[in-house]
């Protein structure tokens, strides 16, 4: 079992930039690849970024590819999402999530989930 607490959201303008920190503990971070995904009002929860047990690999939705990076620090049990140029439409909460058997883009495939952390991005 792994616990997930992210952190890092808050309010800013078009253009500005977040840097989102999902905290693990409980397990070996290591043996989880780590997602995030975002979910806006009155919409699903839609995947963001994922990234391998190792961080050699990342995965990016086309609507972030080129302005958000994923990233993680296993000897800190944390993992990392860079926002850059963000767009009103990126407003959002937004949801860290592990497990121990690779990334996939959809919700049901991942048991451990962070409480989430609010991202508005101002026009």
């Known amino acids: 079992q792994v616990e997930l607490v992210e952190s890092g959201g808050g309010l800013v303008q078009a253009g500005g930039s977040l840097r989102l920190a999902c905290s693990a503990s409980?397990?070996?971070?290591?043996?989880?690849?780590v997602a995030w995904f975002r979910q806006a009002p009155g919409k699903e929860r839609e995947f963001v970024a994922g990234?391998?047990?190792?961080?050699?690999?990342?995965y990016y939705a086309d609507s972030v590819k080129g302005r958000f990076t994923i990233s993680r620090d296993n000897a800190e049990n944390t993992g990392y999402l860079q926002m850059t140029n963000l767009h009103p439409e990126d407003t959002a909460i937004y949801y860290c999530?592990?497990?121990?058997?690779?990334?996939?883009?959809?919700?049901?495939?991942?048991?451990?989930w962070g409480q989430g952390t609010q991202v508005t991005v101002s026009s």
């Open positions: 999530a592990a497990n121990t058997r690779g990334v996939k883009r959809i919700v049901g495939s991942y048991e451990h």
């Open positions: 990234i391998s047990w190792s961080g050699s690999i990342t």
């Open positions: 409980g397990s070996s971070f290591i043996s989880y690849v």
